[in-house]
């Protein structure tokens, strides 16, 4: 009996096969407000660049408040809860200030996130193993009013299990290490960054934790991102703001969603060959259909040597 594929076996098992979830896209407008205020005036407004942002096809929009305000002011924070249509994710630190802020403003979600005041961006995750007893009483306070709490952390089960136990729905994987390894074309280390991405990303489906990420993601990162079925959401902001000098916001916003939403359709697309395969070869292979949330896919979406997002040429590139 032949083994090869045929459209009419295909048919019934692409449409059996549930598509992975959506892949939201947090767009944060934190360097708008950087470049405001490096003249100190009103523009370019981060505000604007949120309604146009949501336009052009964000879920919703990240801003980080910081101690030091150096971009994000406290006035931005609340037009942008009062004047946009989407999901508001505010970033902050765990300090009885931003607490204050975040339950005046309530915003859809806080991302608690560690703050160094000389720290050029947010490095590293949390620690929430040794500052567990500081960080679960704003877990608790955040969560009784509503907003849906995320603690920054890095791709760790140490750091997973932990936020579970204080009691957060959600985490956000640190994906800074992996980018940067992939920018600099250290194949080696990308591919033990992705792993460890993967397997925090299945260990936080496994604990019952919502899954997002986000750090240094650009276009070809951000596709890879999108093969792990248990990431639901991808914050981006710096290569976004950047992309926009060249091709504008809406454009670079527009690609990114491309990029994404290819990479979720792979993922699927691989799933349902893998189960045409199986049923080709008979039930004795020991093969069958994978759910689309199926576990090992992606480790060839980008895990693997000379896989996507390993660096080299191409990186950062706006998709076909
Ligand atoms: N997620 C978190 C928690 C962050 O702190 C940041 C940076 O503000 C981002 C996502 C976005 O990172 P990037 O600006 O590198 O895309």
């Known amino acids: 009996m032949s083994t090869r594929r045929s459209p009419t076996r295909a048919m019934p098992n692409s ?4 598509r992975p979830p959506h892949l939201r896209l947090g767009v944060n407008i934190d360097h708008v407000a950087t470049v405001r205020n490096a003249r100190g005036g009103a523009v370019p407004d981060p505000v604007r660049a949120a309604r146009l942002a949501i336009a052009a096809g964000a879920d919703g929009i990240t801003a980080h408040l ?53 720290e050029r961006t947010t490095e590293g995750g949390l620690d929430v193993i040794g500052q567990r007893a500081h960080l679960a009483p704003f877990v608790a306070e955040l969560g009784r009013a509503g907003i ?49 991405l993967m397997g925090a990303a299945m260990h936080a489906e496994h604990i019952g934790l919502e899954c997002h990420a986000g750090h240094g993601l650009d276009y070809r990162t951000a596709e890879v991102m999108a093969a792990l079925p248990q990431v639901v959401e991808l914050n981006i902001g710096h290569f976004l703001v950047g992309e926009a000098i060249f091709v504008g916001l809406e454009q670079a916003i527009r690609s990114m ?38 576990k090992a896919a992606p480790a060839e979406a980008g895990g693997g040597k000379g896989g996507k997002g390993q660096g080299g040429k191409g990186k950062g590139r706006a998709p076909a």
């Open 257 to 294: 969603r491309a990029a994404m939403d290819k990479g979720r359709h792979e993922l699927w697309a691989m799933t349902v060959r893998r189960d045409e395969g199986a049923q080709a070869s008979g039930p004795t292979d020991g093969g069958g259909a994978r759910p689309a949330t199926g």
């Open 148 to 196: 849906r709490v995320s603690l920054f952390v890095e791709p760790s089960r140490e750091a997973l299990d932990a936020a579970r136990a204080i009691g957060a729905p959600v985490v956000e994987l640190h994906t800074g290490s992996w980018c940067h390894a992939v920018e600099h074309g250290d194949g080696d280390q990308a591919t033990r960054e992705f792993a460890r």
């Open 66 to 118: 910081r101690e030091d305000r150096r971009h994000i002011r406290d006035e931005d924070m609340a037009r942008l809860k009062a004047e946009i249509t989407k999901p508001l994710n505010f970033e902050m630190a765990a300090t009885e200030q931003m607490l204050d802020i975040a339950l005046k403003i309530k915003p859809h979600a806080a991302c608690l996130v560690p703050e160094k005041r000389t």
């Open 15 to 18: 449409h059996a096969i549930p």
